[in-house]
């Protein structure tokens, strides 16, 4: 992911984040120091893909919408 914008501290909402490319974009974005919101529907994601990000209330949230 690009350097140019400091994500540290920032809170970002990942649509369609428990697929694989969202999924891999909230890693990135939690390795860079951002607060991660994700929402799916999990129609094609899969919950397994941040449950290691859902562990820790500091990093990322979870909601299940369409």
Avoid: C, H, P
Avoid at 7 to 16: A, F, I, S, Y
Avoid at 21 to 31: F, H, N, P
Avoid at 33 to 43: E, F, T, Y
Wanted: hydrophobic letters at 40%.
């Amino acid at each position: 992911m690009n350097s140019l914008f400091n994500w540290k501290g920032k809170r970002v909402l990942v649509t369609g984040g428990t697929s694989f490319i969202g999924s891999t974009l909230v890693d990135a974005l939690i390795k860079k120091g951002a607060a991660v919101r994700i929402v799916d529907d999990l129609s094609s994601g899969k919950l397994e893909n941040i449950e290691n990000y859902l562990k820790s209330a500091s990093y990322a949230d979870f909601t299940k919408a369409d």
